[in-house]
């Protein structure tokens, strides 16, 4: 469990000294924000503070009205940060969300409680709870936005439904309720939505204004991989081979009158030779006797 302590104790008067200190300083400022803010950026946490302000709780004014002002001048002890998108209804004889989405800023935090803080002092205590349409409504809000932290402020005395934990929930609200009502301490129930659907819950202790649950990790997501089989070539592109390129002689061949005369020689000495002798494999050719006749010139032919 995470938890956290408030650094306001209460007062005996009908209005604790610091609260008033701190609507008179807000009421100086001409609150540059309006009621009802733009939609909150992606990514942003998101909170939802719902406030009994059903007739039992005129008893609880003082304590009320301290616990919710430290809830939003906090941020929720440190849960809330720059930026974050957060609602307040008020729920007594019906649940109000007229004061719409604000967003929370450091800077503007004293501002920004104390207008909450004036709104329920304003608001008057009627009614029975309507904590059970609240729920229902944060239900609807948790299936559109997906993630929000809800935080019921009330006395305990009306039990919680429409969670998946009430049994253990109201069961905790009743086990400290006897300490709770002695200390005059407000009971802060913590609920935590993931995609939608609560997965979490928290009640305080007297000794401790807010406690936020430990949430479970989100599942991991199983990313299925199909498998894909690449086309089959239905037109392929045929590419002829090349031709095969001419092989030319290292040496060409040039006819002449004097090699044409020379193969005669040769077949004339082949067949005045011995029938034994008929069979040659390799004949070497003969080899005319040195000449001083001039070497034999090219002629071109026909051929």
Sequence with gaps: MKWVTSDFPGETQSCGAFLRLALLVALCFAFPFSSCADAPAPGTNRF????????????????????????????????????????????????????????????????????????????GFKGKPALHTAIIDAVRVAESVGDVVVIISSNGDSPI????????LNARIKQLAPEMQRAKAIVNTVLVAQNGKFVAWAVNSPEFLIIMPDVPPRPIEQQVVIATTPPSVTNATV???????LRVAANPIIITRETVDHEKQIVRAMASTDIRNSTVTNAAPAIPANTNTAPPTAVSTNA
């Design 48 to 123: 939802l503070f719902v406030v009994d302000t059903s007739a039992g709780m005129k008893n609880s004014e003082v304590p009320l009205s301290e616990a919710v002002f430290d809830l939003i001048y906090s941020g929720a002890r440190g849960a809330m940060t720059n930026g974050d998108s957060y609602g307040v209804w008020l729920a007594g004889g019906n649940n109000d969300t007229s004061m719409g989405v604000d967003t929370w800023k450091q800077k503007f935090s004293v501002e920004l409680a104390s207008r909450i803080a004036l709104r329920v002092k304003d608001r």
């Design 161 to 168: 439904q429409g969670t998946p934990f009430d049994e253990q």
């Design 239 to 245: 590419v002829a081979a090349p031709p095969p390129k």
